[in-house]
């Protein structure tokens, strides 16, 4: 394998991509640093040399732990002018609380700024208010408040459909400081107040940037790998693929939950992860993305 990537001449991508995408995050650490010890230089730097486009993308994000891989998507998302909103809501709004506290600490230590800080300096209005929320949640817990469940149901009804305009702050509240397990029965709760589930309540209540937001934490609250699994479907839908989202959910999510999120995918989809990304995309990419999804269903 080093004397692939040291040729400079001559590049198996075929290999480089066999290797890196069948083994594990540690392994693959493991390899650079054997790689750095008998070539005396960085691999990383030698596989953007060696490779390109959507296939350097997948294998320079392979390279890193999937926290630092997170932190790197945010900053990228708020990186220069605009922001990628929709990269942003997906990692922050899908992310646990651990997942984001690991991301928090790693974002620090890469870029030396405060994550939370970041995230406000480049977003506005009540959408900054819920990420802040989001980005500030505390230990992760799975404590069900039985007293507060009713209580928590009824507030999100007066808060939004019951009334003209609405609360947003109080959406926030709820949605950022209670545990997914006490969400999710306030959300069931919700529907004995509420003609709308709360899915399409934020739809009839909000719009835009926020409406994303919500949508996509209450759908992770319920069930975070059929959210990932739909995202996929999104992104494969048409001719080709949108790339950047199937780069980031595979890659993102291959060492953490992708073995269930394959599972809702073909639940829901009647088809295969495996042979839905085999029809949508091409070449090396494609050999990579097949390698990380790990087998047909």
């Known amino acids: 394998f080093f004397n692939i ?59 890193k732990s999937t926290a630092q891989y997170d932190a790197s998507e945010i900053k990228a998302s708020i990186k220069g002018l605009g922001t990628d909103e929709e990269s942003l809501i997906e990692i922050v709004c899908s992310r646990s609380n651990a997942e984001l506290m690991e991301i928090k600490r790693v974002y620090k230590e890469l870029f030396k700024k405060d994550l939370e800080k970041d995230v406000c300096g480049d977003t506005s209005g009540d959408f900054a208010k819920l990420l802040l929320a989001l980005a500030k949640r505390a230990e992760p817990s799975s404590v069900v408040d039985y007293q507060k ?108 939950d992708l073995k269930k999120i394959r599972q809702e995918f073909k639940a829901h989809h009647g088809k295969s992860l495996y042979q839905t990304i085999a029809e949508h995309t091409k070449g090396d990419y494609q050999r990579a993305l097949l390698n990380l999804c790990g087998g047909d269903d």
């Open 5 to 63: 990537i040291l040729s400079e001449m001559w590049v198996d991508e075929q290999t480089i991509t066999d290797v890196l995408t069948k083994r594990t995050y540690n392994q693959r650490r493991e390899i650079a640093f054997a790689y750095e010890r008998r070539a005396k230089k960085d691999m990383i730097s030698a596989l953007k040399g060696a490779l390109s486009g959507s296939l350097e993308t997948v294998i320079l994000g392979l390279m």
């Open 149 to 256: 469940i009713d209580e928590d149901a009824r507030a999100l009804f007066e808060a939004g459909v019951k009334r003209k305009g609405t609360d947003v702050k109080c959406w926030i509240s709820i949605m950022s400081e209670r545990s997914v397990p006490h969400l999710q029965k306030v959300f069931e709760r919700y529907k004995s107040y509420s003609p709308y589930d709360m899915q399409e309540s934020i739809r009839k209540e909000v719009k835009g940037d926020l409406e994303m937001s919500f949508l996509t934490l209450v759908q992770c609250f319920e069930n975070r790998q059929l959210y990932f699994a739909n995202r996929l479907q999104d992104a494969m839908k048409s001719k080709g693929a949108k790339e950047k989202v199937l780069t980031r959910i595979m890659v993102s999510r291959c060492e953490v």
